[in-house]
């Protein structure tokens, strides 16, 4: 490897570099005073990749994937991939390649017509007095049941 500039150096204009760049060191993006971008520009069909290494292993990566998913992956010490979270471009869903864990916060869902946890109420009457509408979901005392 050859050694180009030992020191702190300043670019005015944007740099190409026509190879890999590899840095030993911190690199730092922005001074604090704007809002810096990061862009990895890629081909239709190809993939742009930021990998989190330990040593030489991936143990994390963020990619867009060709069809433009975004896909965030943990791997293990080894390096196989654990699990993703991907997130779709056509539509904007979600998929977790394993399940999913909640933490203290609990989990509130709502998509459609079922919103989680359920609400309780005594009766259609009451579910519907609490702003549910016809179709969604509510339980009375443990017991699933649909908004008419």
């Not at 030992?6 to 944007?14: G, V």
């Not at 840095?23 to 922005?30: D, E, V």
């Not at 143990?59 to 779709?88: K, P």
């Not at 989990?107 to 459609?112: F, P, R, S, T, V």
């Given at each position: ?38 862009a990895l520009n890629k081909s239709n069909a190809g993939t742009a990749t930021i990998d989190l290494k330990v040593g ?33 471009a056509a539509g904007g869903g979600v998929i977790f390649s394993k399940g999913v864990t909640i933490g203290t916060g ?43």
């Open positions: 490897m050859t050694t180009i500039y030992n020191d702190d150096i300043t670019f005015q204009q944007a740099v190409t570099f026509e190879g890999g760049v590899t840095s030993t060191g911190a690199q730092t993006f922005g001074d604090g005073t704007g809002s810096p971008t990061l030489s292993t991936v143990r994390g990566r963020l990619r867009l994937d060709a069809s433009e998913n975004v896909v965030l992956a943990v791997h293990d010490s080894d390096g196989n991939a654990l699990g993703t979270l991907t997130m779709l609990g989990l509130e869902i709502q998509a459609g017509n079922v919103k989680l946890p359920l609400a309780e109420y005594a009766d259609n009457a009451a579910a519907l007095g609490g702003g549910l509408v016809a179709g969604n979901l509510y339980h009375t005392a443990g017991a699933v049941k649909i908004v008419t």
